[in-house]
């Protein structure tokens, strides 16, 4: 009884602090945008619905909490930033050395440019949405596709 006791108390303090070492609450970004994809695919609510219960049987969307719980919101709480919530507007800006040259990587919302410190060379790449990859940009005409 007392073993059966103690364990009881182990896991109930176990899953009382878990969450609030990981981060875990968090905005769930990741789910919120399958979610409104979910409601945008068609005006008719009932295939909206139908498509949100295909999705929940597949199980996409507990994958998406999953990675949210486990991953993206726990980013988010130790780093500040969530890899999946970048806006539109928004601006990060690394320096990164690669075989001993500097490089300065500027990265925007579906798009990362990234400039030789020490010559004029530069490569642009875009994330077309539509179809899921990335292009190495010819000033506007899509380039190499980027693996």
């Known amino acids: 009884m007392k073993k059966t006791m103690m364990k009881v108390m182990a896991v109930a303090l176990l899953a009382a602090t878990v969450p609030s070492l990981t981060g875990c609450y968090g905005p769930f970004r990741l789910t919120s945008k399958l979610h409104a994809w979910n409601g945008e695919v068609s005006d008719n609510k009932f295939v909206n619905e139908l498509l949100f219960l295909g999705l929940c049987i597949l199980p996409a969307y507990e994958i998406c909490t999953l990675g949210d719980v486990l991953i993206f919101n726990s980013i988010e709480f130790w780093g500040g930033k969530n890899p999946i919530a970048m806006n539109d507007g928004e601006t990060e800006i690394q320096d990164v050395m690669h075989d001993g040259k500097m490089y300065e990587v500027i990265k925007t919302k579906n798009h990362m440019t990234v400039a030789s410190k020490e010559s004029d060379d530069k490569a642009e790449f875009a994330y ?9 940009m010819n000033g506007s005409e899509k380039g190499l596709q980027v693996r």
């Open 128 to 136: 077309f949405p539509e179809e899921g990859k990335w292009y190495q």
